[in-house]
């Protein structure tokens, strides 16, 4: 977005910090939802051919200032269909350290087994050698947590902790980014309720009530013209 509008919102971040959160927010709408199929979908980064199911949707982030900067658009997320897959698609989770590349891959295959997963990565991490052997990880019911301990990089004075958890339908439910104990970042999901009642539905109500009053209107005036007259006096 470049420095000018970074520095933009840094300060919305400095300025908002002591608000409620959230200080800013990701809309994801689903659009509609393809077939499965298979392909080479982390091209150029990875050549695997992965098994997945696609999704349009419409995404971005709103900040609660400078809303000029404000970025919506439509981008193809895909859902991996297993464990491993989904392991290469988070890129054997590094994407895990940056909050806006987590933004890259909201759902996880609904039948994931955690504990393989975690395995897995621990043994790709372990291949690698080097750094890669500090960080560490523990599977949770829905997710995961990662840990890399202060100096584990090398550039980090503090610690890094980082928490992920899926819901059940396998979207992103919460993320967290920690740094020397303190939350940076935080991500949390708020499904809008569907409507108490459909369109159609409340048109038939509308419509509805109006002809039953008319018809009770009706009725009343007929009672009255009926109703035998009061002669007074004679």
């Known amino acids: 977005v470049g420095p000018y509008n970074l ?8 300025v908002w910090r002591y608000s409620t959160p959230p200080q800013s927010r990701w809309p994801f709408s689903v659009i509609t939802i393809g077939t499965e199929e298979t392909g080479t979908i982390l091209y150029p980064f990875d050549n695997t051919t992965i098994t997945s199911t696609p999704v349009n949707a419409t995404t971005g982030w709103k900040l609660s200032t400078n809303s000029e900067i404000n970025i919506f658009y439509n981008q193809i997320f895909y859902i991996a269909n297993d464990t491993s897959s ?10 895990s350290f940056s909050p806006y590349s987590m933004m890259s891959v909201p759902f996880a295959p609904i039948h994931i087994e955690w504990s393989s997963f975690i395995s897995e990565f621990l043994g790709v991490m372990n291949s690698k050698g080097g750094l890669y052997n500090n960080i560490s990880a523990t599977a949770l019911s829905n997710g995961y947590t990662l840990n890399v301990p202060a100096e584990g990089f090398e550039n980090n004075s503090e610690a890094i902790d980082i928490r992920v958890e899926y819901n059940p339908s396998g979207e992103i439910r919460d993320y967290e980014f920690s740094y020397g104990g303190k939350k940076l ?43 035998k007259p009061v002669y007074i006096g004679a």
Do not use: A, C
């Open 185 to 227: 970042v935080k991500y949390w999901s708020y499904v809008l309720p569907p409507p108490l009642i459909s369109e159609r539905e409340l048109l038939t109500i509308v419509y509805g009530g109006v002809f039953l009053v008319t018809i009770v209107i009706i009725v009343i005036g007929l009672k009255k013209i009926k109703k």
């Open 86 to 95: 989904f392991l290469r698609q988070t890129f054997n989770l590094t994407i």
């Open 7 to 14: 520095t933009r919102v840094f300060w919305d971040w400095i």
